[in-house]
């Protein structure tokens, strides 16, 4: 594709345009009749690439069923950062529709030149060219010759109103879930190159291990063992005889092994005992998910004489533990070594950062190695995706030529990919006489989100650190404080109050490494933050649904209130004993969509989600399937998290890696989930990936308080914690 000089300056509000402002980065008219569309974002099952292709078809008059969307790599895909944020459509969606109107104004024109008649007066039916609503016999394919998108982006063209979409708007057909439901290869795990062979790594026993000896263990012919240090692995030409080998291996390896984690049974003590950089959180919430680094944060808004009205005060602590992904399956990659070049195949959620974290680690050019992006099975933040692509290419090096794969077990991915942070919040507020809030602290202790390859100027890849001379990892950054990043994401309350401030304790010690999990620490601050408007809403006597709408400014916030509040019926819904309602809201970071829960929970002889409502506004819709699909999906991980989830570990390993010692919600156990998208005329789409996340946990936590009779601040909310808050009560 055709190298960029300087993008025109009226795409800065269309940012993934103007990083990659050659039209051709975006689309081409392909033979056949076929559209490709180019996207630096992934597909990893949250169906980002149907809503792409919608917005294509919608922007050039084509059929849905026209357009294809290329496999994301970093030969010939837009740089578009990291898959993350629920920003996909907002950035994609936003350059790829401007880029397609670009380049429909273009071929328009140049039909105008042939045909003498003026460009306005032509239209487009599924690509041919009409006038007078008669064919000319042009079409897009026959108008966009070689090189004919080879040009930059003009400043931004008049794109479609919403109001005319056919096509965006509706909800379609998923494009990737044909080859799922019929098992069709699909997946990284199914490919298979020519002469590929399987690769294992053997992990140290403990999280600090120095491997000692490989011992002499008897290997079966052809198996090849490499090792570099600490790092260890095999490599045999079927993956069950490399298994079988890298068992072999481990029971004949030596280590010496180092005592490195906290205690397990007081999580609160480590982090607020824990070297911590404290930082206050920018209270401003009108600006973009990060400030520059030179910025220095905003002070918390403060008003004395709000605060000298305070009448009755009120402080909590709520916590959550370490967090897995739990992918359904485990990581994998492949790569291989061919002299000069490196390729890769990963599912990365971000591919570009992966191949310049490769290139560093190593010490190769970047130019060297090319990374394509395959689907894996799920991926909810930074999993252990990019670790496994590196693992791949350092066994490669050992058998130049060959594509080796790696696949890691399930102990693998529960005890060596990033974790999301066990984080605490410490709330105090105060309330006037009247019932209102007027003051509000909020202070939250955590290990660093960011942890991503490249973050923090580091590769930040797991084998980096075994291999010989390698160095441990350092903590991960956390983000600039603004409540929209890391573990301050939805840290600053969405609500009126006059004297506020919030404070970011950034852990400075890492024993267990931590990076980016679904909606960051918003899941944790929400539920904080939620849980704590009820125990006000009780103090003031209120009911909770009506003291949240008494302390909302914005009508989107408190239009999703109303609407879950009705839709579950709050207001008449009788009261069974040993049942409780619970209600949570959230705008996700403070800046994108809304999302209001109600939850349904049974307290009897365990804790049990029945029902879960959602009311959500992530304002333009382009594919309100898509939208009630991630919403359910976010609602019921949440519950899972809020109910079951917590990673367990010793003094030296993570203890919990399978099923049996890591409990996800099973399907039995899975909530009714019922969606409504609350219409949002003219407002700019929003992601819906993660805004469920916290006010579900929430709305769980205030409902088992109405069931049990007693309030749970420590996630999970298991029977034993609620027996340990009746013993305590």
């Known amino acids: 594709m055709t190298p960029t000089a300087q993008p025109s300056s009226g795409l800065a509000a269309i940012p993934s345009l103007a990083a990659n402002p050659v039209l051709s980065s975006w689309l ?24 792409l292709a919608q917005i294509a078809a919608e922007e050039l008059d084509v059929a849905l069923g026209r357009v294809s969307v290329a496999p994301v790599s970093t030969g010939d895909s837009p740089d578009e950062g990291v898959t993350s944020g629920s920003l996909s459509i907002q950035h994609s969606g936003s350059a790829l ?148 080998a890298a068992r072999l291996v481990a029971e004949a390896a030596r280590w ?68 897995a992904h739990a992918s359904m399956a485990p990581s994998c990659a492949i790569a291989r070594w061919d002299g000069e070049s490196v390729t890769v195949w990963s599912h990365s959620q971000g591919v570009f950062a992966l191949r310049d974290a490769l290139a560093a680690g190593l010490r190769l050019d970047p130019a060297r190695l090319t990374v394509h992006h395959a689907e894996g099975a799920g991926t909810y933040g930074h999993n252990g995706a990019d670790d496994a692509a590196l693992d791949a290419v350092l066994l490669a090096r050992a058998v130049p030529g060959r594509p080796v794969r790696v696949q890691w077990s399930r102990e693998d991915e529960m005890g060596w990919a990033p974790l999301g942070p066990a984080m605490l919040a410490r709330l105090s507020a105060g309330l006037d006489a009247d019932g209102k809030i007027v003051t509000w602290r909020q202070d939250v202790w955590s290990n660093g989100f960011i942890g991503r390859p490249g973050r923090g100027g580091g590769p930040r890849l797991l084998a980096l650190a075994h291999l010989a001379g390698g160095e441990p990892m ?17 840290a ?58 008494a302390h909302v400014a914005d009508p989107r916030a408190a239009r999703v209130i109303e609407e879950v509040a009705e839709f579950s019926g709050w207001a008449g819904r009788p009261r069974e004993e040993g049942t409780g309602y619970g209600v949570g809201y959230a705008r996700y970071k403070g800046l994108a969509g809304y999302c209001a ?24 819709v382009i594919n309100p399937d898509g939208v009630v699909n991630q919403v359910e999906g976010g609602a019921v991980q949440s519950a899972s998290w809020a109910t079951r989830e917590r990673v367990t570990f010793d003094r030296a390993r993570i203890t919990s890696v399978s099923w049996d010692s890591y409990p996800v919600l099973r399907f039995t156990e899975v909530p009714e989930v019922a969606v409504r998208i609350v219409a949002a005329p003219g407002q700019p789409e929003t992601g819906a990936g993660e805004i469920a996340q916290g006010p579900v946990a929430a709305a769980i936590g205030n409902g088992l308080a109405q069931a049990a009779g007693v309030r749970v601040r420590d996630l999970p909310l298991t029977r034993e914690q609620v027996i340990r808050a009746i013993e305590a009560s």
């Open 28 to 51: 081409a008219f392909s033979p056949g009749g076929r559209v490709t569309i180019f996207s630096g974002k992934v597909e990893y099952g949250q169906g980002v690439w149907t809503a």
């Open 97 to 244: 529709r401007q880029a397609c109107a670009q380049a429909r104004a273009l071929l328009l024109a140049a039909a105008a030149a042939k045909t003498g008649t003026p460009a306005d007066a032509l239209t487009v039916d599924d690509g041919q060219i009409l006038t007078a609503g008669r064919p000319t016999g042009l079409s897009y394919w026959s108008l966009a010759g070689p090189g004919a998108l080879d040009r930059e982006a003009d400043d931004p063209v008049p794109v479609k109103p919403p109001e005319r979409w056919s096509v965006a708007g509706r909800s379609a057909p998923r494009l990737d879930l044909p080859d799922k439901v019929t098992g069709r290869p699909r997946f990284l795990h199914d490919i298979v190159l020519p002469s590929m062979r399987y690769g294992r790594v053997v992990r140290p026993p403990a999280l600090v291990s120095e491997l000692i000896s490989t011992g002499e263990p008897d290997l079966p012919p052809g198996v090849v063992v490499v090792r570099d240090g600490s790092f260890l692995g095999i490599i045999a030409d079927t993956d069950a005889r490399a298994l079988r």
């Open 256 to 323: 010496r092994i180092t005592e490195s984690l906290p205690d397990a049974d007081d999580l609160k003590g480590f982090l607020l005992s824990a070297p911590a950089e404290e930082v206050p959180v920018e209270s401003r919430r009108d600006e973009g998910a990060s400030a520059p680094a030179e910025e220095t944060p905003v002070a918390s808004r403060r008003d004395p004489d709000a605060a000298a009205t305070a009448a009755t005060a009120r402080s909590a602590e709520y916590t959550r533990p370490f967090l």
């Open 474 to 490: 350092p903590p991960a950054p956390d983000g600039a404080a603004t409540g929209a990043m890391g573990s301050t994401r939805n």
């Open 492 to 549: 600053v309350p969405g609500y009126r109050i006059p004297d506020l401030e919030v404070v970011r304790h950034r852990l400075l010690t890492m024993p267990i490494r931590t990076s980016s999990l679904r909606s960051l620490g918003a899941f944790l601050n929400v539920f904080a933050i939620e849980s704590f408007m009820d125990e006000l809403a009780e103090c003031a006597g209120a009911d909770p649904v009506a003291f949240r709408l």
């Open 597 to 620: 829960a109600v939850a349904e929970v049974e307290a009897l002889d365990d804790v049990r989600v029945r029902r879960i409502w959602l009311a959500v506004d992530v304002g333009t």
